[in-house]
């Protein structure tokens, strides 16, 4: 059976224009009513529901004539570029679609440029998130506000000075090959970026972000997210980590098929492929049933992409972070793992000249 899954999406830009706030800012939106469910934790990864992207964006949403068939988004916790070049997903990039965050104060720095590079690159496609409007002298803060409701309650100079610093941004873009343009006077996403001038630490804007990411990425990204949803697993490591009582750990995202309690699997190691069977798939328990720091997750039976787990299993001292893991239910698809692992080992070997 064929499904769409949650887009995977990275932020990125240059330290302190806001990725964590961001982060913290998506972590931590809750709509009003209960039945939108909320934000669903998973290991180095937040998922956002759409039926809460919908009710925050209330007729945003109209933005998107078509009917928005995604579950939701999935944000990789770890922000910044260097986590985002090493993680990788058959050749392509682990994300599906980023979010370039840039301090609408001070523009381009040499790691907004750098980031472009690595996603133009990639071929990653991306949206602007110019931050820190707060900042604009005058600027009325009204919290979790949409952009263009707020824009329209501040005064003349305060508008001008966004249009100002907004061209200048542009004119940069323009510079590195991109046209780009506020969100709302796109005309085709396809040709042009979209800027979406926002405050992370008040979430103004945060509602045409998520709106927008959801609407590109059923726009555009629909056939590249329809899974086999029974297949065999395939994921990337976040991270290796020992855990007090479980040994060594993978923190992995699933961005396809459907992991199983009982699956053997094929890790990426230093330069081996480790071949292991699963102990236990965790999940992090809510914050409010953590009694005891030695009980931080739950076990789970199985884990459908796109999702962070967490693997517990033997052997896993020497795997990787940035690795490919693979789930195999024979001896054959074993092997054919191995042998993807190995010839993927193999050739970042040679592209870096390092053994
Ligand atoms: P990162 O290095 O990109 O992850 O940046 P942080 O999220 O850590 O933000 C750096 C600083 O900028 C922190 O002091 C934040 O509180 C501040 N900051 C982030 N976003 C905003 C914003 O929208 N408005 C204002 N005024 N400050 C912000």
């Given at each position: 059976?064929?499904?769409?899954?949650?887009?995977?999406?990275?932020?990125?830009?240059?330290v302190?224009?806001?990725?964590?706030?961001?982060?913290?800012?998506?972590?931590?939106?809750?709509?009003a009513?209960?039945?939108?469910?909320?934000?669903?934790?998973?290991?180095?990864?937040?998922?956002v529901?759409?039926?809460?992207?919908?009710q925050l964006?209330g007729?945003?949403?109209?933005?998107?004539?078509g009917?928005?068939?995604?579950?939701?988004?999935?944000?990789?916790?770890?922000?910044?570029?260097?986590?985002?070049?090493?993680?990788?997903?058959?050749?392509?990039s682990?994300?599906?679609l980023?979010?370039?965050?840039?301090?609408?104060?001070?523009?381009f720095q040499?790691?907004t440029?750098?980031?472009?590079?690595?996603?133009?690159?990639?071929?990653?496609?991306?949206?602007?998130?110019?931050?820190?409007?707060?900042?604009?002298?005058?600027?009325?803060?009204?919290?979790?506000?949409?952009?263009?409701?707020?824009?329209?309650k501040?005064?003349?100079?305060?508008?001008?000075?966004?249009?100002?610093?907004?061209?200048?941004?542009?004119?940069?873009?323009?510079?590195?090959?991109?046209?780009?343009?506020?969100?709302?006077?796109?005309?085709?996403?396809?040709?042009?970026?979209?800027?979406?001038?926002?405050?992370?630490?008040y979430?103004?804007?945060?509602?045409?972000?998520?709106?927008?990411?959801?609407?590109?990425?059923?726009?555009?990204?629909?056939?590249?997210?329809?899974i086999e949803?029974?297949?065999?697993?395939?994921?990337t490591?976040?991270?290796?980590?020992?855990?007090?009582g479980?040994?060594?750990?993978?923190?992995?995202?699933?961005?396809?098929?459907?992991?199983?309690?009982?699956?053997?699997?094929?890790?990426?190691?230093?330069?081996?492929?480790i071949?292991?069977?699963?102990?236990a798939?965790?999940k992090?328990?809510?914050?409010?049933e953590?009694?005891?720091?030695?009980?931080?997750?739950?076990?789970?039976?199985?884990?459908?992409?796109?999702?962070?787990i967490?693997?517990?299993?033997?052997?896993?001292?020497?795997?990787?972070?940035?690795?490919?893991?693979?789930?195999?239910?024979?001896?054959?698809e074993v092997?054919?793992?191995?042998?993807?692992?190995?010839?993927?080992?193999?050739?970042?070997?040679?592209?870096?000249?390092?053994?």
């Amino acid at each position: 059976m064929k499904k769409i899954r949650q887009p995977i999406i990275a932020v990125l830009g240059h330290v302190d224009h806001g990725k964590t706030t961001l982060l913290d800012r998506i972590r931590n939106t809750n709509v009003a009513s209960k039945e939108a469910g909320g934000i669903t934790q998973h290991i180095g990864a937040t998922e956002v529901p759409i039926d809460t992207i919908k009710q925050l964006a209330g007729p945003l949403i109209q933005l998107w004539k078509g009917e928005i068939r995604l579950p939701g988004l999935l944000f990789i916790d770890t922000p910044g570029h260097e986590a985002f070049t090493s993680l990788r997903a058959r050749g392509g990039s682990l994300a599906d679609l980023a979010v370039l965050i840039v301090d609408i104060n001070e523009g381009f720095q040499p790691q907004t440029i750098e980031s472009i590079e690595i996603l133009r690159r990639n071929r990653t496609p991306f949206i602007v998130a110019a931050n820190k409007i707060d900042r604009i002298k005058g600027w009325k803060v009204e919290e979790d506000e949409p952009f263009l409701v707020n824009i329209k309650k501040q005064d003349q100079r305060a508008q001008q000075e966004l249009e100002t610093k907004l061209w200048e941004l542009i004119g940069k873009f323009y510079e590195m090959g991109f046209q780009a343009n506020r969100f709302d006077r796109v005309q085709d996403f396809t040709r042009e970026l979209a800027i979406v001038p926002i405050s992370a630490k008040y979430g103004i804007g945060v509602p045409e972000l998520l709106v927008l990411i959801a609407g590109l990425s059923q726009k555009y990204l629909e056939e590249k997210l329809k899974i086999e949803v029974e297949g065999p697993a395939r994921g990337t490591i976040l991270e290796v980590r020992e855990e007090l009582g479980l040994g060594t750990t993978i923190d992995v995202i699933i961005y396809d098929g459907t992991l199983h309690k009982d699956d053997t699997i094929v890790v990426g190691g230093k330069d081996k492929a480790i071949v292991t069977k699963i102990r236990a798939l965790l999940k992090p328990k809510p914050l409010d049933e953590i009694r005891d720091p030695r009980f931080r997750f739950d076990q789970v039976d199985e884990v459908a992409a796109a999702a962070g787990i967490k693997i517990a299993a033997p052997g896993l001292e020497e795997a990787l972070a940035g690795s490919p893991v693979i789930a195999a239910r024979s001896e054959e698809e074993v092997e054919k793992a191995r042998q993807e692992i190995l010839s993927q080992i193999q050739s970042v070997v040679i592209s870096t000249g390092k053994v």
